[in-house]
């Protein structure tokens, strides 16, 4: 448990702290004691990306909005067993895919099955962590960074999505846990970081607005993998939900780009052509 004290305040964080390479966003953080302290802010994300407040089936809001809450993990997957990191993708489809500098991820167990919140990777953490969707959270193993890769749902074609947002618990210190964004050619968007709460919830969601297309979202929990207590410089956060943009495929060219496109490679063909006959004649002299 982190012994420092801290003041934990309700207050919404208007602008979340960030580092922005390029592009148009708007972002929402709100950090507090409890899940009411970040709800409003939360549901503003829901409402900036769309879809409405029913879910249909795999976590999915009118086709344009995706939910991860980790509660319908069956507990074989869960802790202490180890989440597939394609199960969003496989066995829930819902185009969102992870992988880690680490080892593997976990879903925290149900009570009655094993230690909740993490309790089977240290004891005190269920002190410590809370849940914005009861009951189950979710983290990588062995790194506290975890990347989300985006596909369109359900297959292995690769999607981008308009806007990505998480729930932390127990986040401890200023610029440092965060989420970056990279485009669909793997170039970053910029770095946002989480607002804190000691022992608390925090949220911090990004909605593109310009059109960015996010294939990749690098999620930095704290600054050490779960295991030790917090203090002594060490911070450690859990995962509750995703709230993203539904992960769309590369939009087919428009039939008067395919024209462009047609007439530039026409063009290249000639000049190519025209090369050739050059170099031809030249060695013919
Ligand atoms: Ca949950
Ligand atoms: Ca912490």
Do not use: H
């Amino acid at each position: 448990m982190f012994t420092r004290t801290t003041l934990i305040t309700a207050a919404l964080v208007i602008c979340a702290s960030s580092v922005v390479t390029k592009a148009s966003f708007v972002s929402f953080g709100a950090a507090g004691s409890n899940a009411a302290s970040i709800q409003s802010t939360v549901d503003n994300f829901r409402t900036q990306l769309g879809g409405g407040t029913v879910p249909g089936a795999n976590g999915s809001f009118g086709g344009v909005r995706r939910e991860i809450n980790w509660d319908g993990v069956p507990d074989a997957f869960a802790a202490p067993n180890s989440l597939p990191a394609n199960f969003f993708n496989v066995n829930s489809p819902r185009g969102a895919v992870f992988s880690t500098p680490g080892t593997g991820f976990q879903v925290s167990a149900n009570a009655g099955v094993a230690p909740v919140e993490f309790d089977n990777l240290n004891p005190g953490y269920s002190a410590q962590f809370q849940t914005f969707s009861p009951q189950r959270l979710f983290t990588a193993i062995g790194s506290n960074i975890l990347d989300v890769n985006f596909f369109v749902a359900g297959t292995n074609v690769p999607a981008f999505s308009s806007g990505f947002g998480a729930v932390f618990t127990d986040v401890d210190f200023l610029d440092t846990t965060s989420l970056q964004f990279f485009d669909e050619n793997d170039v970053s968007l910029g770095t946002f970081f989480a607002p804190t709460a000691n022992n608390g919830l925090s949220f911090l969601g990004v909605a593109f607005t310009a059109g960015e297309r996010i294939s990749r979202v690098r999620i930095t929990s704290g600054n050490s993998p779960l295991g030790p207590n917090d203090g002594g410089g060490i911070d450690v956060v859990a995962l509750d939900d995703f709230i993203y943009g539904e992960p769309q495929g590369a939009p087919v060219p428009e039939p008067a780009t395919m024209i462009l496109l047609g007439t530039g490679l026409a063009g290249m063909a000639a000049g190519a052509r025209r090369r050739l006959r050059k170099d031809t004649n030249e060695r013919g002299r």
